[in-house]
Every structure is written in structure tokens, then in C-alpha cells.
């Protein structure tokens, strides 16, 4: 079945970098784009961006443009997301999602990573 | 606050029906984008319920529909059972801001 698994949990400071892994299984690694989404505690989703495995391709919300990388490896069939200059509005957990479409109009997320939460504290 | 706009909350006794509302706008559900919900139970992932509006993936029961109207989408469980007890997201695009996929702000389910 399709399935992600993303890295443990991390705990840095501000103003450094994290960065997460998510490994795909159960498909075609290159077949669907790789989505992130943010959860801080008791808040909603926050869809951060995405990204094709094939061509590299990536595109992001507007809040996080110019501090958000999101790369893969094929050979080993893992994206990564990484997150620089980070705050404590950065503590949230993090996941991936295999993004899926049908027609022009319609896009979702299926399937979720488990998550990884990342606590910026000093 | 979120693009789309969900109430906070909803309840009902087992057996019963709810239905959770989704309103947007024209740059996203008014525009002929379709409409996603998610169910999230406590301490997990989020899970697909339903997609394009009201398609059901294969192992969501039957007493899950969605339906959308205009800029608004709703979401219905009937015969209410303890365990689905979430937090449930609506989910659509928006072609403002260069386009991005946008969540609405969530809502609790409680079952009484």
C-alpha cells in the first residue's frame, strides 16, 4: 500500500534550519507530486507547498517564499522539506502528503505522513 | 484566519445526523474548484473522507456524503457513532496569491 514515513522529531533554536525527510513506498515515487502541511498545537492545516519528484518542480504559499527548500531524492524515493530562519511561530508538526488530481478543478492529499513535530525553542 | 470558513464546532447523539458547513469565496469554491474533507482523529494524521466534492475513497462508510453549492460545500455523517469523534477540515484551491491549496479552519465533532 502506499505509505509515507517521515524523520523523528527535532528540536532547534531560533534563527536555524530544520529538515525533514518523508520516504514513499508502495508507488511510483516519481508518479505524484509530494505536498507539506503544518499543524501548530491546536490549530488548523496550513498547506506550505509543493513539490514533483520528476521534474523538480516546486511551488509555495506566499508566506513561506524565500525560506522554505523543498527537494528529493529518487533514488531512494524520499522527499525533504527544509525550513530556515526559524521562530517559535515555527513550532508545529510537519507533514507530507502524496498530492493527487482529477480534471482541472479538483486536488487532494492522500496519503498523510505520520508527522514530525519540530519545536523551536532556545 | 483561514480562506475557508468552517463552524468550530458541531455535536450530536449517537445515531444521529450532522453536517458540517464550508464556505469560500469566488477565488476557490465559487470559482469550480472542487471540495476535499479530511477527518483527523486525536494525536493523528489527517485521513481523505471525501474527494471532488463527494466521492468517497474505498473504506469510508456509506453514512459519510458531501455535497458543494455555489461557494459553500457541506459534509454529512449520519447514524452517528462514538468513534467518529475528529476534528474534520475542509479543502479547496484559490487561484489568489498565485494559487495555493487552502484548509478551512476545522471542526470539532463530538458525539454526546
Known amino acids: 500500500q502506499v505509505q509515507l514515513v517521515q524523520s523523528g522529531a527535532e528540536v532547534t533554536k531560533p534563527g536555524a534550519s530544520v529538515k525533514v525527510s518523508c520516504k514513499a513506498s508502495?508507488?511510483?515515487?516519481?508518479?505524484?507530486?509530494i505536498n507539506w502541511v503544518r499543524q501548530a498545537t491546536g490549530q488548523g492545516l496550513d498547506w506550505m507547498g509543493w513539490m514533483n519528484p520528476k521534474s523538480g518542480n516546486t511551488g509555495f504559499a506566499q508566506k513561506f517564499q524565500g525560506r522554505v527548500t523543498m527537494t528529493s531524492n529518487t533514488s531512494i524515493s524520499t522527499a525533504y522539506m527544509e525550513l530556515s530562519s526559524l521562530t517559535s511561530e515555527d513550532t508545529a508538526v510537519y507533514y507530507c502528503?502524496?498530492?493527487?488530481?482529477?480534471?482541472?478543478?479538483?486536488?487532494?492529499?492522500?496519503?498523510w505522513g505520520q508527522g514530525t513535530l519540530v519545536t523551536v525553542s532556545s | 484566519q483561514s480562506v475557508l470558513t468552517q463552524p468550530p464546532s458541531v455535536s450530536g447523539a449517537p445515531g444521529q445526523r450532522v453536517t458540517i458547513s464550508c464556505t469560500g469565496s469566488?477565488?476557490?469554491?465559487?470559482?469550480?474548484?472542487?471540495v476535499q474533507w479530511y477527518q483527523q482523529l486525536p494525536g493523528a494524521a489527517p485521513k481523505l473522507l471525501i474527494y471532488g466534492n463527494s466521492n468517497r475513497p474505498s473504506g469510508v462508510p456509506d453514512r459519510v456524503s458531501g455535497s458543494k453549492s455555489g461557494t459553500s460545500a457541506s459534509l454529512a455523517i449520519t447514524g452517528l457513532q462514538a468513534e467518529d469523534e475528529a476534528d474534520y477540515y475542509c479543502q479547496s484551491y484559490d487561484y489568489s496569491l498565485n494559487g495555493q491549496w487552502v484548509f478551512g479552519g476545522g471542526t470539532k465533532l463530538t458525539v454526546l
Open positions: 469566488s477565488s476557490n469554491i465559487g470559482a469550480g474548484y472542487d
Open positions: 508502495g508507488y511510483t515515487f516519481t508518479s505524484f507530486d
Open positions: 502528503a502524496v498530492g493527487r488530481r482529477a480534471g482541472w478543478s479538483s486536488w487532494w492529499f492522500d496519503p
